[in-house]
């Protein structure tokens, strides 16, 4: 015996037990209640595929560690608020600290050397002056046959050393120069990886997973912090790989979350083509419009049209239900009785019928309070 049948045994003993036709039981010598009806009518509604899912932030990101370390300080908690520039999480890093004053003290050293080599290039060029000034007095008592050719190549030679002495001086303050512009750089570095001790938010947002408490070791790529961005929210579900070509991006589509008491209308924003092999479905999201209920992880479902069909269908509120079985009451020959149904999709408040009614029967709808199978009823006009 199936777990349906078992459901229907105590609605069907109701059902018994309240009504039945005129030959199984003399009808209600209470008095006839006036009652209104609606018909059962065929419609024609959008062929809907559904699939379910789950709200995320459009932006989120996961803060990780880029330098090992053991953790000092975390100043928020999963739930907090944070601002852009906030600062999350420190570390320790006194041998950082170390390092960058290292640095500091060997550009300073370099700094230091700078006036000294400017002195020298200056002392060189002094000496540079004086021995072409000298060496060209020569050359004109040379060429009067003033003086000896030793005397004139001695002051060419002498030249020439001076010459050399500045570009060399020259080329020491060039040295000088990288020596300074590297240390600048090592000290910079030094900075960026000190830097990296103090973690701070990229982004407002909320703080939505904590995996790091103080005192804890930090792994370069160790996820400390989630945070998700502020603003609006979308939907992402898992649609199956055979409908992959039926769903389009800007397609509008019909979204029902738990926390939100009604349909929300949305269009497909993204479809990630990559089929996940385990499932063989892939990821369609869909952007949400904002509001208050909103939090990443609700639960969600999306119905996609994918054509349109013929339905059975009355009232939502025409409808009883009793634990997982469902019924109405419809209006026959001037008696109500009840009718257990089988109910299909709903489209905002009209409930599709699968089984247990047919086109043109009259349904009781509102269901007058206390009504019960059996009864005399009066159908308004």
Same mark, same amino acid.
């Not at 018909?39 to 990780?64: H, L």
């Not at 502020?230 to 589509?253: C, H, M, Y």
């Not at 092999?277 to 990443?296: G, H, W």
């Given at each position: 015996?199936?777990?349906?049948?078992?459901?229907?045994?105590?609605?069907?003993?109701?059902?018994?037990?309240?009504?039945?036709?005129?030959?199984?039981?003399?009808?209600?010598?209470?008095?006839?209640?006036?009652? +209104?009806?609606?018909?059962?009518?065929?419609?024609?509604?959008?062929?809907?595929?559904?699939?379910?899912?789950?709200?995320?932030?459009?932006?989120?990101?996961?803060?990780?560690?880029?330098?090992?370390?053991?953790?000092?300080?975390?100043? %928020?908690?999963?739930?907090?608020?944070?601002?852009?520039?906030? =600062?999350?999480?420190?570390?320790?890093?006194?041998?950082?600290?170390?390092?960058?004053?290292?640095?500091?003290?060997?550009?300073?050293? %370099?700094?230091?050397?700078?006036?000294?080599?400017?002195?020298?290039?200056?002392?060189?060029?002094?000496?540079?002056?004086?021995?072409?000034?000298?060496?060209?007095?020569?050359?004109?008592?040379?060429?009067?046959?003033?003086?000896?050719?030793?005397?004139?190549?001695?002051?060419?030679?002498?030249?020439?050393?001076?010459?050399?002495?500045?570009?060399?001086?020259?080329?020491?303050?060039?040295?000088?120069?990288?020596?300074?512009?590297?240390?600048?750089?090592?000290?910079?570095?030094?900075?960026?990886?000190?830097?990296?001790?103090?973690?701070?938010?990229?982004?407002?947002?909320?703080?939505?997973?904590?995996?790091?408490?103080?005192?804890? =070791?930090?792994?370069?790529?160790?996820?400390?912090?989630?945070?998700?961005?502020?603003?609006?929210?979308?939907?992402?579900?898992? %649609?199956?790989?055979?409908?992959?070509?039926?769903?389009?991006?800007?397609?509008?589509?019909?979204?029902?979350?738990?926390?939100?008491?009604?349909?929300?209308?949305?269009?497909?924003?993204?479809?990630?083509?990559?089929?996940?092999?385990?499932?063989?479905?892939?990821?369609?999201?869909?952007?949400?419009?904002?509001?208050?209920?909103?939090?990443?992880?609700?639960?969600?479902?999306?119905?996609?049209?994918?054509?349109?069909?013929? !339905?059975?269908?009355?009232?939502?509120?025409?409808?009883?239900?009793?634990?997982?079985?469902?019924? !109405?009451?419809?209006?026959?020959?001037?008696?109500?009785?009840?009718?257990?149904?089988?109910?299909?999709?709903?489209?905002?408040?009209?409930?599709?019928?699968?089984?247990?009614?047919?086109?043109?029967?009259?349904?009781?709808?509102?269901?007058?309070?206390?009504? +019960?199978?059996?009864?005399?009823?009066?159908?308004?006009?």
């Amino acid at each position: 015996m199936t777990n349906r049948t078992l459901y229907l045994m105590p609605l069907t003993i109701w059902l018994a037990g309240c009504g039945g036709t005129p030959k199984d039981k003399p009808v209600d010598s209470s008095p006839t209640v006036a009652v +209104s009806v609606v018909t059962a009518s065929t419609e024609t509604w959008p062929s809907i595929y559904e699939a379910t899912g789950s709200v995320r932030a459009r932006t989120s990101a996961v803060i990780s560690s880029q330098l090992m370390g053991y953790v000092r300080e975390v100043n %928020v908690t999963t739930g907090d608020h944070v601002h852009a520039g906030q =600062l999350l999480v420190t570390l320790d890093t006194r041998d950082l600290d170390a390092n960058a004053r290292r640095a500091e003290a060997a550009r300073e050293e %370099v700094r230091t050397s700078v006036p000294e080599a400017d002195s020298a290039v200056a002392v060189a060029k002094a000496n540079l002056d004086l021995a072409q000034t000298t060496f060209n007095r020569m050359k004109e008592l040379f060429q009067k046959k003033s003086i000896s050719s030793q005397e004139f190549d001695e002051a060419s030679a002498k030249l020439k050393a001076t010459q050399a002495t500045y570009e060399m001086t020259r080329a020491r303050r060039t040295q000088m120069d990288s020596k300074l512009a590297q240390a600048e750089q090592e000290v910079r570095a030094t900075d960026v990886t000190r830097s990296y001790g103090h973690v701070s938010a990229p982004f407002s947002g909320i703080v939505t997973a904590k995996g790091v408490e103080p005192g804890s =070791l930090a792994m370069q790529g160790t996820p400390l912090l989630t945070i998700e961005r502020d603003g609006p929210f979308r939907l992402e579900v898992a %649609v199956e790989e055979s409908r992959l070509g039926t769903i389009k991006v800007g397609q509008p589509v019909s979204v029902r979350l738990d926390s939100v008491d009604r349909r929300i209308e949305a269009r497909v924003s993204e479809i990630v083509p990559a089929v996940d092999t385990a499932s063989r479905a892939y990821l369609v999201k869909i952007d949400l419009p904002e509001l208050p209920a909103l939090r990443s992880g609700i639960f969600g479902r999306v119905a996609f049209p994918v054509g349109s069909r013929a !339905v059975l269908a009355i009232p939502a509120r025409a409808v009883s239900d009793h634990g997982q079985l469902q019924s !109405v009451m419809i209006a026959e020959n001037g008696i109500a009785h009840a009718r257990l149904i089988s109910s299909g999709q709903k489209d905002n408040d009209r409930f599709e019928v699968l089984s247990g009614l047919t086109a043109g029967e009259k349904v009781i709808f509102p269901v007058p309070q206390g009504l +019960s199978d059996g009864v005399r009823v009066e159908v308004r006009r």
